[in-house]
């Protein structure tokens, strides 16, 4: 197979149907036999508001993967990358590619394993979910954004954008971590408005003293970011400018900020986060260590203070392990602290 997407759930699935469905060779890996299975019996079934639709697929599991393998598209979930990788990198070659479409900084630990030659960056910041064995739902459109990690404008980017976008248009980039960190500064806001059981849009659009709360907790993710010397780039309803404003006291720049998170999800039919649905539906360990404790942990090392983000973590946890229940009540425990 030309293509092999590793992790076939949400992201993963909607990619490899929709490579598959235009007439490449795909193979759809994932860790979960009852799923593979039903991918080799059925094919892909997807919801799609624009029209469902299904496509056969070519399914393994890890174990049953035989290499090489030219172009892997890895879209595990980010605290799984080192063991992905581990499966993943015997059947390479010195010519191979992988792909993190995934949340976080996850092309750091493909690149200090396998190097940079062989890793490209790229922003997902469209939806999907996992519904079950066979099937997925695509949430709403969103930016494709792929790019070298040195920032170079390659030839192999464009054929990569190119190829992606029988998905969603995709587009080139010089600038592959400043959108990779601009959406995992986000992402702050994203676990935090899962600590209720609201839509996105209900929470962002709570009065200001959530708003100014959220703002300040995004604005301690920059901060690390720009002190790392990233160039935060605005994407969809990310804007890193209003941020910045809104945490030096702007309250309309604040406003403005939430306004456009609540257009973005009013727009979509995925409402909530994929960290919602792992915590209240999939009942599953959520990725806030590999994404905001990344970023604390930067933090620490770089001297950049992270207060709002690191009870947003013990919240989180706190959720994971059952030692307390979404409600409005955990936001405002972040709201107390600003």
């Known amino acids: 197979m030309d293509i092999a997407v590793w992790g076939a759930g949400a992201i993963g ?3 490899g149907g929709a490579l598959a469905r235009a007439g490449h060779g795909v193979l759809l890996v994932d860790i979960h036999e009852g799923h593979v299975a039903a991918l080799k019996r059925d094919g892909l079934s997807v919801e799609d508001t624009r029209g469902n639709w299904r496509v056969p697929v070519t399914a393994l599991t890890p174990s049953e993967v035989q290499g090489p393998l030219r172009l892997v598209l890895l879209a595990v979930k980010a605290q799984a990358t080192p063991a992905a990788l581990d499966q993943i990198v015997p059947h390479l070659t010195d010519g191979s590619l ?16 396998i190097g940079a030659a062989r890793t490209v960056g790229c922003l997902v910041n469209w939806a999907a979910d996992w519904i079950a064995p066979g099937r997925v739902r695509f949430g709403g459109a969103g930016s494709f954004v792929v790019g070298e990690l ?13 190829l992606l976008s029988a998905v969603i248009p995709t587009r080139v980039t010089g600038n592959i971590w400043g959108y990779l960190w601009a959406k995992l500064c986000l992402a702050a ?6 600590l209720t059981d609201a839509t996105v849009y209900e929470v962002v659009e709570r009065p200001f003293p959530t708003q100014r709360m959220l703002v300040r907790l995004v ?10 010397g990233v160039r935060l780039a605005a994407f969809d309803e990310f804007d890193p400018t209003l941020y910045r404003r809104g945490a030096g006291g702007d ?6 900020a939430m306004a456009l998170v609540a257009r973005f999800y009013r727009k979509h039919t995925k409402v909530k986060t994929g960290v919602w649905r792992d915590l209240a539906v999939r009942k599953r360990q959520t990725e806030v260590d590999s994404q905001l404790g990344i970023v604390a942990a930067k933090g620490r090392r770089l001297g950049v203070a992270t207060p709002l983000l690191d009870r947003l973590i013990a919240l989180i946890h706190d959720l994971e392990n059952g030692r307390r229940s979404m409600g409005w009540e ?3 425990e972040l709201v107390a602290l600003t």
Do not use: H, K, Y
């Open 13 to 15: 699935g909607i990619t």
């Open 189 to 194: 806001l994203l676990f935090a408005t899962a």
């Open 150 to 162: 040195d920032g170079a404008r390659t030839t192999r980017v464009g054929e990569l954008a190119d």
């Open 330 to 332: 955990n936001l405002d």
């Open 219 to 228: 604005a301690e993710a920059m901060a690390v970011a720009e002190a790392a």
């Open 251 to 256: 309250r309309a720049a604040a406003g403005e």
């Open 98 to 113: 992988v792909v993190s479409i995934q949340n976080g900084l996850n092309e750091e630990l493909i690149a200090e394993r």
